[in-house]
Every structure is written in structure tokens, then in C-alpha cells.
């Protein structure tokens, strides 16, 4: 059951003047006691100081039978004016939400990344949507404070409710408005500052083995404009379905390097509408699909307590599929043929050695080796369609020989030791499958053939929706780490995209 939504922006708008305050403070449940504990609940309170034009504001557990425990305050006391009738007028609130951001991103892991990047100034501009995003910020703000410093007996309660709230409609429609006005990079930082703190709450609630579902914390969205479709997400690997996995399980420093990472991605696509004497063509071009596995944590807490930076989940299958919701005058649709990415060589390699040399004996050694060069494709793109719906696919295929698709496979573990195996050491050999980093990029001009929809001359003028569905595959197999355990997980996620017949 839903907990009444805690409308934080409409308490605050309502705060009255300073000097006719009863109380030095004034409080807001945020996240109300259960019957198991009922004193405590997690509230947001406004403090009075000596000098009247200053305020501060807190995150605190409220009890009746003890002293308030405080988790969180605002680093800069707020300059108010304590004569006004309505002291957190407009401007006061843009300027509270940013320093709300500000706290925010103060738990992220690697800082020094984005230290040149400047959160907006909210000068005199107005901001859309302001109540909803401000009550989306504030809930953020105290799920990961609830994570890293509410009290055991607290915790569990209120991080299920404020994740309830999280994951509406409203609140993720305010935190898309609110990652407009931050920017891209920006973004980046706040997805994984939260979704670190999503992953350490996952991971404290499989290790007490608690009995309440986790939803999936992926966060997307969709963007048309400009001709382009765009479609973003987010979601740490922790969160990802488990499709299958090797007996046994990883140990804790394999575990640790693979928990605490996340899946960022990007899928651009360039449309066009041509109209032509008897009918329409939309045609649709893939622009860039791009898929990233980025660690949350940083470099040095990686080594002390992981298997290394480079030991982690890569992609390897992505499917995708483009459907017109309403399809009232469509007439056909048609996608180019399957293609590869260009051949690369690999070295293929058996060898056996052997030796016997007892005492005073003449001795036998064996030596043989047999080397031959083939070429492969690692991955393979494939189109398809079902209906009106377009079916794209990239899957990677294991370079020995056969060729199988790795992301329903499992390595042999002959090919898990040999140190020449495409795998090992993936993301810095030359003819890598993978970037640097260990994502994939898959551009216009390899894979920039089209699909078109035909549809008659009564669609035009008309808005219609586009509905993408994706699966995002990814699997690990050993890199540098010796361990023979590998694993893939899924994802899938669903977005709209909208296009004006014209």
C-alpha cells in the first residue's frame, strides 16, 4: 500500500513569517512510522537562529521518547527576511532546490570527474514544473541519506516507501524535467550517485534477506525532436535480472567488482518523412547506439576491495524493436539486410608439451604446436520484421572456432586459462570487440541502413507514436581475474517516441 504523497514544496511555500513563529523550528513528516516501531519518523525540519534572516534546514529522525537524531543540514544556512509574510517565495525556492542538487552530488564517488561542470544558476529565470521537481529532489536527497546514515531499526520502512514514491509517473516526469536543466554531464552524476546508493540497498537487503520486492531502479526516457529519436537509460547492473550464472558463485572481491557497476545507454535515431504522389515513406536511420558499463565507485576502494577495474560486465546482445502503435493507414514495411561489422583476425593456437626426465636416464620430451589465422566477425547486426514491427539486433559471437553467440553460451574452460582467448584482456588489445572503457558504439556509417514504413495519404497531418522496446544483455567472462565464474544478466525497458505525419 502507497504511503500519502509528501508534498514537501506546498509545506514549505506555507512557512510563516519567522517572527511570529511559536516554536524555534517547524517540522514535516516525510516518511511516517510503521506498527512495528511507532515513535520514530524521518522529517524535514526548519530551525530559527539567533540572527532571524538565517534558517537552516534538516533531515532528522523525530522520537518521542529520545533527542532528535540528525542526518543531514544544510551546509549554508539560508538568508531569509524574517518580516516577510511569505519568507520562501519563488526565487528562495529555486535557489533551496539547487542546493538540494548540490547535496545530492556530494555522494558522488569519483567528484573530481565533474569538478569543472557548474550546476545552473537559477538567477531570475522561472522553472516549469517547479512544485513537482522540488518534491522529486527532496524525496532523492532523503532516500540517500536514508541509505548511508538512517539507523538500522529506521532504514528498511522508510527507504520502501520513498522508493514507492520514486518510481511514479509524477516524480520521474519531474527528475527528466530536472536532468533538462542540469545537462548531460550532469546527469551523469546524479544517475550514479543514486544508483550507487540503489545498489548498496539492494545489496543490504539480499544480505538480511528481507522478504520485500526491489523494483528495478532503471530510469529512461525519450526525447523527439529535430528529427531525431532519443532514448536514454540507466540502471546498475545489481538490479539486473540474473539469466544465468556458474556454479559456484564469485568470490568477494570477483563480487565486489561486478555489484557495483551500471549500465548507461544511449540509442539515437535519424527520421524523415518524404512525401511522394500516392503514399508516405517515414524512414528511420539509425544515428548511434551506444551502451557503457561504468563502475560506482572509485579507483582506489576498486582495488582495495574488488578484483580490479577491469573485471566487469560487458555487452552482448542488443535488441530493439520499432513498432507504430496506431497503424490505421499503414501499408508496409521493409528493413535492409542482415550486415557484419569488417572481419578481424585471430590466432588460433593448439600445443602439447610434455617431459620425463628421471635420474640417470636418457630423458623424452614431446613438443608440438599447430597455429592457423582466421578471420571472424565479433559482431553480427540483423534485422527482421513482424508485422509492422522492426526487429534490430547486434550480437556478439565467441571468436574460437564454431562461432557461438556469448551471450546463451558459456565459456569452456580451456579457453577461460588460455591467455590468448579473445576475452582476456578485452578492452586494450588492438582488434578489441569493446571500447577502452568496455562499452560498444555502434554508428550510422556501419550500420546505417534504413527501415522505411509506407503509409497512406490519409496519415498526413496526423501525430503517431512510436513505441521502442529494448532488451540489453550483459555478460561476464573472466578478463585478467583467475576465476572461472561467468554470469549474464538482462534488461529490458520500454519508451514513446512521436513523429508528426508532415
Avoid at 522478504?211 to 539486473?240: G, H, N, R
Avoid at 536511420?285 to 573485471?311: Q, W
Avoid at 557484419?340 to 593456437?349: I, K, L, Q, S
Wanted: hydrophobic fraction near 35%.
Amino acid at each position: 500500500m502507497f504511503e500519502k504523497f509528501p508534498d514537501v514544496f506546498t509545506w514549505i511555500q506555507n512557512i510563516p513569517q519567522i517572527t511570529k513563529w511559536r516554536t524555534t523550528s517547524l517540522s514535516f513528516c516525510i516518511c511516517p512510522s510503521t506498527s512495528d516501531f511507532p515513535n520514530p519518523t524521518l522529517s524535514l525540519i526548519a530551525q530559527k537562529n539567533p540572527n532571524p534572516k538565517l534558517l537552516t534546514l534538516s533531515i532528522i529522525v523525530q522520537s518521542n521518547n529520545h533527542s532528535p537524531l540528525y542526518l543531514w543540514t544544510t551546509k549554508q544556512q539560508l538568508n531569509i527576511k524574517p518580516d516577510s509574510p511569505n519568507p520562501f517565495d519563488e526565487q528562495t525556492i529555486i535557489s533551496l532546490l539547487f542546493n538540494f542538487v548540490e547535496a545530492i552530488l556530494t555522494y558522488t564517488p569519483n567528484s573530481s570527474t565533474y569538478s569543472t561542470i557548474k550546476i545552473p544558476n537559477p538567477g531570475s529565470s522561472k522553472i516549469d514544473c517547479l512544485n513537482d521537481i522540488f518534491n522529486a529532489v527532496i524525496l532523492t536527497l532523503s532516500f540517500v541519506v536514508c541509505v548511508y546514515e538512517a539507523p538500522l531499526y529506521l532504514r528498511e520502512n522508510c527507504l520502501n516507501t520513498l522508493k514507492n514514491h520514486l518510481v511514479t509517473c509524477q516524480v520521474r516526469q519531474a527528475i527528466i524535467s530536472l536532468m533538462k536543466l542540469l545537462g548531460s554531464n550532469l546527469e551523469e552524476q546524479w544517475m550514479r550517485t543514486v544508483n550507487l546508493a540503489f545498489t548498496n540497498w539492494i545489496i543490504e537487503q539480499r544480505r538480511c534477506q528481507s522478504t520485500k520486492t526491489t523494483t528495478t531502479p532503471l530510469f529512461s526516457y525519450a526525447v523527439s525532436a529535430y528529427e531525431l529519436w532519443k532514448v536514454q537509460l540507466y540502471c546498475p547492473v545489481e538490479a539486473m535480472e540474473v539469466e544465468r550464472s556458474s556454479n559456484p558463485t564469485a568470490d568477494s572481491k570477483l563480487s565486489f567488482s561486478l555489484k557495483f557497476n551500471q549500465l548507461e545507454g544511449v540509442m539515437q535515431f535519424n527520421h524523415k518523412v518524404v512525401v511522394r504522389d500516392r503514399w508516405i515513406d517515414v524512414i528511420v536511420k539509425i544515428d548511434n547506439i551506444r551502451y557503457d558499463v561504468i563502475k560506482l565507485v572509485n579507483e582506489k576502494l576498486m582495488s582495495r576491495r574488488g578484483a580490479g577495474e577491469h573485471e566487469k560486465h560487458f555487452p552482448s546482445r542488443i535488441s530493439l524493436q520499432l513498432t507504430p502503435t496506431l497503424q490505421t493507414d499503414f501499408i508496409s514495411v521493409s528493413v535492409s539486410k542482415s550486415s557484419n561489422n569488417p572481419g578481424r583476425e585471430f590466432e588460433v593456437e593448439r600445443s602439447i608439451e610434455g617431459s620425463f626426465d628421471p635420474p640417470n636416464s636418457l630423458g623424452l620430451r614431446v613438443a608440438g604446436r599447430e597455429a592457423s589465422t582466421m578471420t571472424m566477425t565479433p559482431w553480427k547486426f540483423e534485422q527482421s520484421v513482424l508485422g509492422y514491427t522492426a526487429n534490430l539486433n547486434w550480437i556478439l559471437y565467441d571468436s574460437s572456432v564454431g562461432g557461438r553467440e556469448v551471450f546463451s553460451t558459456k565459456p569452456s574452460r580451456f579457453s577461460i586459462m588460455s591467455p590468448r582467448s579473445w576475452f582476456k584482456d578485452r578492452y586494450a588489445r588492438a582488434y578489441r570487440s569493446f571500447t577502452r572503457r568496455g562499452g560498444v558504439i555502434f554508428a550510422g556509417d556501419e550500420y546505417g541502413e534504413s527501415v522505411v514504413w509506407k503509409i497512406g495519404k490519409g496519415a498526413l497531418g496526423r501525430k503517431i507514436e512510436w513505441e521502442i522496446k529494448g532488451c540489453i544483455w550483459l555478460t561476464y567472462w573472466p578478463n585478467k581475474y583467475k576465476t572461472f565464474y561467468h554470469e549474464t544478466r538482462r534488461l529490458e525497458f520500454t519508451q514513446l517516441l512521436n513523429l508528426t505525419i508532415a
